[in-house]
């Protein structure tokens, strides 16, 4: 009788909900980290394209506009939900990233 279904590991040697949620601490920055160690996870692998690609053109505009101040409280309550969903095992999909996101990983 087989047992219960393995989980998927992660390379980094974290549980891959903790990975996850990881990839979005540091915004685009712990994204590409993650991007660069993790081998097994496509999981972790989706959150840390996801980061990239939603943190990397908020930073940049947030340092091209003037209108920066705007933009912040954005930011921060979708980085916080990300953070959240990715902590909760849930593979949360962004319009238009997501799904890039989802066929790089």
Known sequence: M???????KSS???????AAMLTYVLGWLSGAFFL???KNS??????AWQSVLTFLPIFLALWVLPLWFLFWPFSVVLWLLLMYKAFQGE???????GDIADRRA
């Open 42 to 47: 496509r999981f972790v692998r989706f959150h």
């Open 12 to 18: 980094t040697g974290l549980d891959i909900t903790v």
């Open 36 to 38: 660069l160690v993790e």
């Open 91 to 97: 593979r949360f999909k962004l319009p238009v990233v």
């Open 2 to 8: 087989p047992g219960p279904p393995v989980p998927e």
